[in-house]
């Protein structure tokens, strides 16, 4: 398990997120990058079924194609503290509890695409849905062989500045409060609430429209 | 020389002769004293008279035997050369003064003689020698040097010793946490994990380095003893970096192998290591950038640990 940084990849003026991400493949490959298995993650949002008193308990289901025996439970509030990791089989639970919770299929996110490899990198550009409409494109750059994540903010920095358009110059923001808390080893639930947290921003900015 | 030797005992020869004489004559005057004393009266001499010419007879005695005391301690050193074979080779032959028909019989036995004198001459030197080379090793049970060899120290024994001297100066190398592993069959197993980052797999005989392997930090070796997986050292990292880092640890172990001081090889070695924590925050000395064809820094260099690609370190070393 190594570094992962979620973020987004800025679509190109006058061309499709579908367009763009098949442009960013191209330039993958033209890098030396090798296209490997294709890959999703997607988000359930389940909402008590009974309104009680105090504000609603809601929490996230997100499943990642690259942990398939696992699952991730995101509460909405104090995602870092109360997350919790399950067996895929935890599924059949929440089934179980559907007369408490139940899942609205309209806030479903969905993240698809094919993942590359380079060296020790793995990179997966994909698209984002909700509710079947393409709303960006989302990149995340995985460096393999370190576990550490404040070690390598430059290096990754810099890798991820040569697949960019626009160079960034700080990590995700997520990211940032976890480099601050010290040289903690990353999970992969770290990668999860990264997408979480994008998830969540491209949600709020739809809620406006 | 003979000559002198010759008269000298005959000298002393005839002193003898003259003590017995005079002690022979003294003999039957003391033995027949009355005799004596009646011959004395009859001749008118008194005893006085007699009285002091005893005791002149005995003073000459006494100088006699202090002359040949004398004449007896000069030869000593001659007669006791005599048994020496160069000195009798320095003596005329025998036969020389002999006739010629006893020469013959003569030289044989006197060359005989000679050589048996130089065998048992030298047989004594030789028993000397010998004699003093053993008393400085003396055979005896408590002080008998130990012919068999010494007892091959166990494996766990120099896994303590070099436990001990790595946590001697481990304070110096904080990103190294040290993990030590008995195996009989192939020796002392060092497992070095670097600051979380990779772990190094180090094989020890003795305090010699036997061979190293870089593996990423998940990727177990299995040396615990509660492991149910067979140990896996060698097998190579399933990451590119940890691939080229194992080949980069090996050229290492070849530069610091010092054959005289493995220790001290070890402790630079180990110093090496401590250097590769840095492995993905460190930029390239040369180029200073952190990726070079998707790779970081992975070379240190030996002496001042400096951060190189591998590209960039052909470039930097190569004599321009």
């Given amino acids: 398990m190594g570094i ?75 995602p870092l503290g109360l997350s919790i990791v399950a067996e895929r089989s935890f599924m059949g639970f929440l089934g179980k509890l559907s007369k408490a919770y139940s899942a609205k299929k ?15 990198f793995t990179v997966r550009p994909g698209v984002l849905t909700i509710m079947g409409s393409v709303r960006g494109i989302v990149l995340e750059t995985e460096l393999r062989s370190c576990p550490v994540l404040i070690t390598a903010v430059e290096l990754m920095k810099e890798f991820v500045n040569t697949i960019l358009p626009t160079p960034i110059d700080a990590p995700p923001p997520f990211l940032s409060s976890r480099i601050a808390a010290g040289a903690i080893p990353v999970s992969h639930l770290d990668t999860v609430l990264q997408y979480f947290d994008m998830f969540k921003s491209v949600r709020n900015s739809m809620i406006p429209k | 020389m003979g000559d002198t030797t010759r008269n000298q005992l005959s000298a002393i020869l005839d002193n003898l002769q003259e003590i017995e ?63 020496l074979a160069s000195f009798l080779c320095n003596v005329p032959s025998i036969g020389a003064m002999s006739g010629a028909a006893v020469e013959s019989v003569n030289k044989s036995l006197y060359e005989e003689l000679i050589s048996t004198y130089s065998s048992t001459e030298r047989s004594r030197e030789y028993s000397a020698a010998a004699h003093n080379a053993l008393a400085q090793y003396p055979f005896r049970r408590g ?35 040290f993990f030590f592993y008995d195996q009989p069959a192939m020796g002392t197993i060092l497992e070095v994990i670097v600051d979380r980052i990779f ?47 194992t080949r980069n640890a090996q050229a290492a172990m070849l530069h610091f192998q010092s054959p005289f001081l493995p220790e001290s090889s070890l402790k630079n070695y180990l110093q090496w290591l401590n250097s590769l924590a840095t492995l993905f925050s460190t930029p390239c000395r040369r180029c200073g950038k952190y990726l070079d064809n998707g790779l970081p820094p992975t070379f240190r260099d030996y002496k001042i640990l400096q951060a190189y690609h591998e590209g960039c370190r052909i470039l930097s070393f190569t004599p321009s």
């Fill in chain 2, 199 to 245: 772990r190094v797999v180090i094989l020890l005989r003795g305090s010699h380095i036997e061979g190293v392997n870089v593996r990423g930090s998940e990727e177990q070796h299995n040396l615990g003893l509660k492991e149910l997986r067979p140990i896996d050292l060698w097998t190579p990292s399933g990451l590119e970096v940890f691939r080229q880092l």
């Fill in chain 2, 143 to 177: 002080t008998k040097p130990n012919l068999r060899p010494k007892r091959a120290e166990s494996t766990e024994e120099s896994r303590r010793n070099l436990e001990r001297y790595i946590r001697g100066f481990s304070a110096m190398l904080p990103t190294l946490t």
């Fill in chain 1, 106 to 120: 309209s806030t479903n996110v969905e993240v698809k695409g094919t993942s590359y490899l380079f060296h020790d």
């Fill in chain 2, 21 to 83: 004489n005079s002690l022979s004559r003294q003999n039957i005057s003391l033995v027949d004293y009355r005799t004596a004393i009646q011959n004395a009266r009859e001749e008118g001499v008194t005893v006085e008279d007699s009285a002091n010419g005893l005791r002149r007879i005995l003073e000459n005695l006494d100088t006699d035997l202090r002359d040949i005391e004398k004449k007896t301690a000069d030869t000593p050193s001659m007669i006791s050369s005599l048994g």
């Fill in chain 1, 4 to 78: 992962t940084w979620v973020l987004v990849y800025p679509t190109p003026e006058g061309k499709t997120h579908n367009q763009a991400l098949e442009d960013l493949g191209k330039q993958l490959l033209a890098m030396g990058f090798e296209k490997d298995q294709p890959y999703t993650v997607e988000c359930e949002t389940y909402f008590p079924v009974f309104n009680l008193p105090g504000p609603p308990k809601i929490f996230h289901v997100i499943l990642d194609s690259d942990r398939p025996a696992s699952c991730f439970l995101v509460p909405d509030k104090d």
